[in-house]
């Protein structure tokens, strides 16, 4: 999967700080990366911090991405760049990590706290809270256990319930 970004200097405030969707799927799938781009592009840092994903051209010179290409053609090369491409794909990109991630920065907000929203207010847990855990995949009877509970935060059950699509594949 090819994926370019700008060195045009104009676009470097976006290069810096965006983050190609496409890259996250191609790993997903397991495609070998090439990566196109400035050094300072979000890309091809990703691609720096994490050696064997991609190829990774960063200069302008059309020769350097022929090179790239040309290493292509060898399938063993292809095949431990996609193996590696998808290996941290699921490490990075993963929805369960997304959720874990999401739980961590909802249970560091006061307002979410499930025990301290309801030992202060005296009422019921906002609806955030259990649509959230629903949509997420977390075992409702959990979610309700920990709602129930005063002092009980989300990640209570975040770390006791599986997720459901990790255990439908």
Not at 58 to 68: C, E, F, G, N, P
Not at 107 to 113: E, G, I, K, P
């Amino acid at each position: 999967m090819f994926i370019p970004m700008s060195y045009r200097e104009k676009d470097r405030p976006s290069m810096e700080i965006s983050f190609p969707s496409k890259l996250a799927d191609s790993t997903a799938i397991g495609l070998p990366l090439v990566i196109d781009g400035p050094e300072y592009c979000t890309a091809v840092r990703w691609a720096r911090q994490n050696p064997g994903v991609a190829e990774v051209v960063t200069s302008q010179d059309v020769d350097y991405l022929t090179a790239a290409i040309f290493r292509l053609q060898d399938r063993a090369y292809r095949y431990r760049l996609a193996a590696k491409a998808l290996s941290r794909g699921m490490q990075y990109f993963a929805r369960e990590r997304a959720v874990r991630l999401l739980y961590a920065k909802l249970n560091a907000s006061q307002f979410l706290d499930v025990g301290r929203f309801r030992d202060e207010r005296k009422t019921k847990p906002p609806a955030a809270c259990h649509l959230a855990g629903e949509n997420a995949g977390i075992d409702a009877s959990r979610l309700r256990a920990c709602q129930a509970s005063p002092g009980a935060n989300m990640s209570q059950a975040t770390k006791t319930a599986p997720l459901a699509r990790a255990n439908s594949s």
